[in-house]
């Protein structure tokens, strides 16, 4: 419905109860760092301004109120908080009511004159701007980086199998034979003869054998990176402003695992001297591979949006 309307040289300007005009509700002075605060009745918009075009700060909004970051300012900035429905103000001007009885418009409230409305790259032109953002659009990467490294020890010892040799060796033995004695009669008396036999011996014999182990030790990092942003005024344009970042970084390891290459032995007791060092790199190399990787993934949400308004009135 329409309440008023007024002929101008530009135009008409009218009041009625279907547009809700931008009304100051209030305006609170703040400084650098980190702030919130919530809507009360019927408020549901926050600027930030500096009384210039540029401002390294953001005012990111939310239902029920608001956030800010003010990073430097070389002069005052404010927080400026709107409504939609004007408070009763002085005792002389203009004020126009709904059927309700509402009050729709005053004219001592003070109002917000938007300029301009978009995403980044959005611009203005003036000297005194303030700027009100949607919600904080979120970044976040994640890679994960497993590391591997070979380490080889050479090793040795003495091993002792058992050799076996047959040889002839020289051996007493006794025999009985009959002699006669000196009384003239034969006795059985013991005579001592030699004689060649072959024998078995058994020797431990040393060998000693080098070969070469392999030890592989993994660990792993993994780093969680997360920033908030939203917009700023750089010279009227809304660019991105970093509300906050965030590295999460965790680890694991170090872990180690061996492979051996120890020479084997056969049943006999005889020792390979062909060790098994091939055959532990060649593992060792395996696993290293297995253990060692790089994993990366993203999640941008990029939802910017922003309202410049001129704050010169205000």
Known sequence: MKYFE???????????????NLYLSRKIPVGVGTGSGNFQEGEFLAAIGNGTNSLNGCCSNKPTGYDYKLNASNTQAYIY??????????NCGLQVFNAAGQIIFDSNAKQALVLSCGGVG????????????????????????????????????????TKQETKPVTETYTEYEWQTGSDGIQHLVPVTKTRIVWKTFYTQVPQFVRWTDY???????????????????E????????YSVSDNTSKTGPNSVGFSGKPTVLNTGQVITNDQSSVAQD?????????????????DIYAYSCVILDASSL
Not at 11 to 18: A, F, T, V
Not at 81 to 87: A, D, E, H, Q, R
Not at 235 to 242: D, E, R, S, T
């Open 6 to 20: 007024s002929k101008t040289a530009s135009g008409n300007i009218q009041i009625n109860d279907s547009f809700m």
């Open 283 to 299: 593992r060792a190399t395996r696993y290293q591979k297995e253990n060692t990787w790089y994993e990366y993934s993203s999640n």
């Open 235 to 242: 010279n009227g344009v809304a660019k991105i402003f970093k």
């Open 215 to 233: 030890t592989v030790t993994t660990w792993a990092i993994a780093v969680y990176h997360r920033e908030l942003n939203n917009l700023l005024l």
């Open 122 to 161: 959005t611009s203005s032109t003036g000297s005194n701007l303030a700027i009100a953002c949607g919600g904080f659009t979120a970044m976040s990467n994640y890679n994960s980086t497993g590391y591997s490294e070979i380490y080889p020890q050479a090793q040795s010892d003495t091993f002792y199998y």
């Open 81 to 90: 908080v709107f409504s939609n429905t004007p408070k009763s103000l002085g």
